[in-house]
């Protein structure tokens, strides 16, 4: 068993960070694998919650780094804005630290971009045990280099993030989401691509590989989105999902409840042409279940047991595909990753003690 | 002339004539959009191929010889002002589209590829490159990346790195590194958006990956005038607070408005302290229901008239006299300073009473043109350099503007960087600490300080000004501010 700390204000986290040689982040830990490191201290961020400041007309809210990004959803909602990339696992408690830390994006992020699009400035602990803020409170901001991107999929190994300023839009006022069924992953492919060069601007561009069916949500007024529904649905056979079926679809697509529990659930970044043959390697293994999302940008692979992550990871090599395991007892890097000498020399220029684990552990 | 021998090594890395060393040769070099600084380089290099600029850069590393990287030299910051005992890359030769992929909706391109001539590739698929600069038409690929620069559309569709897909680099130390790709998801720490707005100080892109989007259906914009600055501001509060997502929110003020009809025979509406210009972007059907909106909340706003473009042309005739107003408000004087500090939005208006009343109080001229969704004031500082005294009044003005940015809570700059004209405004910003971790950062992927060295980071002791300055190009005369 890891050790866990649990500071509440963030002079007990610099504290914490400088008094434990090896430690590692975590939020809520609905992501497992990505703290799955032995011999290190865990820092647990739950304590550590709250809006800090929002002021819808800025479009910008700052909140602590443990905050459930369910919550921030709830605040910016009741204004009528939103991070239009969707943050997922919301239910499960999933943090706003967690979230960037992780790089994960919800379907929203076809539209408007991910967390690294809507990611202004962060305060952080560094390896040295300095409190420092990048990046900036205001929606544009060129000063200095962009931590606050680089934070984003750095799975809390360069840093502490205590404090995260972001940029929100205003939530379109109604959504409307179409099912088309597809004959094959190549077909799926097809429909996602051409799709993705129209005129629509559709707000979610998801897609089942088990199912052989796109899901696509479209954002707006409520004329131009039916307008855009029927023209969508002359193109390609498919039907509207009533909004309960419509909510019951983008929560388990959020929520990962399509995946299997306990198994193995690896994240991909790919291009939508290399989706078909993505698919093909799933079909290779014992039980996969494939989820595309951002227009065939990245993908969900959901194995059942660790049993076939080797032969998972060597397809993806060859494929050339990036990947991250999220769950499940997986290597972190399935496909492996570049390891470019400026790497370690950024690691040592913000965490010269190594305090923080590497990517590798 | 005979070359020092470290000249004489760097040429044989080239074929002949592509090392520039003649006093003549540089002088257009000799600054950037800033032309208040000037200094000459001990060469200047020419490379066409990225090979050729990773031979040049390692040998900068192994001879510790300082290098900037050059676009078009249209940095407003001071960014690609050349070093004195170094040399300029210039990578305008590096221009072009290495691919283009409509499908899947990216670009790769050399970092000398002109911001406009993606979009102008891009066209025919239906698709653009949304970040779109005023400068263009002239500045390179590179030099956005290196500045993160924006434009008018940012509020909607970000800046320039929320558009780079993948960068081909090679890093100060030489190494050659390749991060990203054509999908526009990624696992693992975003060193894309650590590489960009970099300002130069980590090395050189070689090649980068764009990503191209849909160009939109419907515009619908409207410029309308005001009688006062304070009900523009109030406008735009109203249009934020509305739920209304516009592609663009920009004010141009008396000066501007003057300068850009004189320039390109805009015409605005008489007798306005400021105009707004409002673009909404989408599906037809939803730009439909959207510029009822639009057009009720602007009518309620108390303009002296709103004039809605009733078509393709006088859209573009609405953008152009915006995006001119920069050279514009250069007739109306020898020599002038941008700065683009940004305010939380709501603080707009009183950060232009404070500008205004220093302008005044200072006897220095200010028009102010500004990305007003996203609070990035541009101030124009107007000075005649050959008057004693008028560019440090102009400095001084625009040091009281970036101040009280900062105490707004804002920014020093939004998208011109910091480069050599407000590094000394670094430290207002950031802590001793902050900059110690940002330097940290700059010497890993640059250890020898050769990467345009003296830019971002305050030093000791200013850069001496020149007196007056065209742009050098404009001295050559290659360009002149149309
Ligand atoms: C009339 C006018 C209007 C402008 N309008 C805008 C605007 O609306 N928005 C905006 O953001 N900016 C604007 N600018 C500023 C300027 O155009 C941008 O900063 C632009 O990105 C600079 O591009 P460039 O090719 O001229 O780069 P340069 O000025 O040549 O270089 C800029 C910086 O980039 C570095 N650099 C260049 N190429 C590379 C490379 N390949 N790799 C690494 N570093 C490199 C240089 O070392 C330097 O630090 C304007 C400038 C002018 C003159």
New binding site residues.
Partial sequence: MNPLLTPASLDELVEAVRSTPRVLVVGARTKPRLSAVPDVALLSMTGLRGIIEYDPTEFTFTALAGTPVREIAAALGEKGQYLPFDPMLGEAGATLGGTVAAGLNGPGRFRYGGVRDFILGVRFVDGSGRLLRLGGKVVKNAAGFDLPKFFTGSLGRFGVLAEITFKVFPRPASTLTLRLPAEDAAGVTRILTAAASTRWELDALDASLDESAVCTRLAGPVPAIDALAGEILARWPGRKLSPEEAQTTWSEAAEFSWAHPGGVLVKVALTPAQLPALSALGRNLAGARLRATNGGNAAFLSLPTPLDAARLGEGLRALGIAALTLRGDAPLWPAGRDKPAIASAVKAALDPQNRFPSLDD | MSLSPILTRLAALLPAGRLLTGPAQLASYES??LTAFQERPLAVAVPETADEVVALVRFCHAERLPF?????????SG??LPIKEGIVIT?NRLNRILRLDPAQRFAVVQ?GVINAQVSVAAAPHGLHYAPD???QSI??I??????N???AHCLKHGMTSNHVLGIKAVLATGEVVEWGGASREQVGPDWCGLFVGN??LF???LEITLQLLPKSECFHTVLAGYRTLEQAGDAVSAIVASGLLPGAIEIMDALALEAASAAVHAEYPPGCEAVLIVELEGPRETVAVERVRLDEIIAASGPVEARPARDAEERLAIWKGRKSA??AVGRLSPDFIVQDGVVPRRRLGEALRHINAWSREMGVRCANVFHAGDGNLHPLILYDGRVPGALERAEALAGRILKMCVAMGGSITG???VGVEKRQYLPDMFSVDEIDCMKRIAAAFDPCSIA?PG?MFPVAGALALVQHGLHPLEKAGLISRE
């Fill in positions: 950037d959009g900037v990287a050059r676009g078009s030299g249209t940095s407003l960014g690609s990578l970092p600069p005023s400068s500045c390179t590179g030099g956005n990346v290196a500045f620069s924006g434009g300002e130069g090395g050189i892109a920069f050279s998208e011109h960087g345009n830019k």
